[in-house]
T-cell receptor, first 117, second 113 residues
Framework: DTAVSQTPKYLVTQMGNDKSIKCEQNLGHDTMYWYKQDSKKFLKIMFSYNNKELIINETVPNRFSPKSPDKAHLNLHINSLELGDSAVYFC????????????????FGEGSWLTVV | QKEVEQDPGPLSVPEGAIVSLNCTYSNSAFQYFMWYRQYSRKGPELLMYTYSSGNKEDGRFTAQVDKSSKYISLFIRDSQPSDSATYLCAMSARYSSASKIIFGSGTRLSIRP
């Protein structure tokens, strides 16, 4: 059973198109995330959702919009795709998104490889 | 200066060698230190987790934290070809949420049979 699953795994699309990436977790976690990993392997957080509420947005362009229909799902919609959006997008989840004395373990999905041409 | 620095490699060693992977950081508030392993075309998975200074051992893997030098290491003993992956360090301050975890850029490791 895949704990965090996201689709599609590979996506090639033209500039200006709108696309969505879907994510589901079956771990019962309260918090879900979207990360972007660029060609240099830097993982940067884009969004964090805790119980369906957006709790962080790290200066991501508003062309990116997360949608969470319930706490097990967090989809990412991207409007007017640009060449610079080409990257790997990881969905992730954790049990506790807010203050924790023991830290948090983040569980990542397998990634969605987006190529904008 | 980036908050977390990690040599991207690639690092290539023969099977059976001891591997040392390292990260430096600048934020003295960091107290939780993690190592993630990422296989090609896969998502990162948590390998080890330590709090504050000291060592932690798990099988062939040892994580070491030196807070005075702001330096963390991951040692792999008796390295295997299956250890070939990218290793990312990650860290956060005490009481911070998972959304505040900062990742290194990863070191690509290749173990030659």
């Amino acid at each position: 059973d895949t704990a965090v699953s996201q689709t599609p795994k590979y996506l090639v699309t033209q500039m200006g198109n709108d696309k969505s990436i879907k994510c589901e977790q079956n771990l019962g976690h309260d918090t879900m995330y979207w990360y972007k990993q660029d060609s240099k392997k830097f993982l940067k957080i884009m969004f964090s959702y805790n119980n369906k509420e957006l709790i962080i947005n790290e200066t991501v362009p508003n062309r990116f919009s997360p949608k969470s229909p319930d706490k097990a799902h967090l989809n990412l919609h991207i409007n007017s795709l640009e060449l610079g959006d080409s990257a790997v997008y990881f969905c992730a989840s954790s049990a506790r998104g807010v203050r924790s004395v023991s830290g948090n373990t983040i569980y990542f999905g397998e990634g969605s490889w987006l190529t904008v041409v | 200066q980036k908050e977390v620095e990690q040599d991207p490699g690639p690092l290539s060693v023969p099977e059976g060698a001891i591997v040392s992977l390292n990260c430096t950081y600048s934020n003295s508030a960091f107290q939780y230190f993690m190592w993630y392993r990422q296989y090609s075309r896969k998502g990162p998975e948590l390998l080890m987790y330590t709090y504050s200074s000291g060592n932690k051992e798990d099988g062939r893997f040892t994580a070491q934290v030196d807070k005075s030098s702001k330096y963390i290491s991951l040692f792999i003993r008796d390295s295997q070809p299956s250890d070939s992956a990218t290793y990312l360090c990650a860290m956060s301050a005490r009481y911070s949420s998972a959304s505040k975890i900062i990742f290194g850029s990863g070191t690509r490791l290749s173990i030659r049979p």
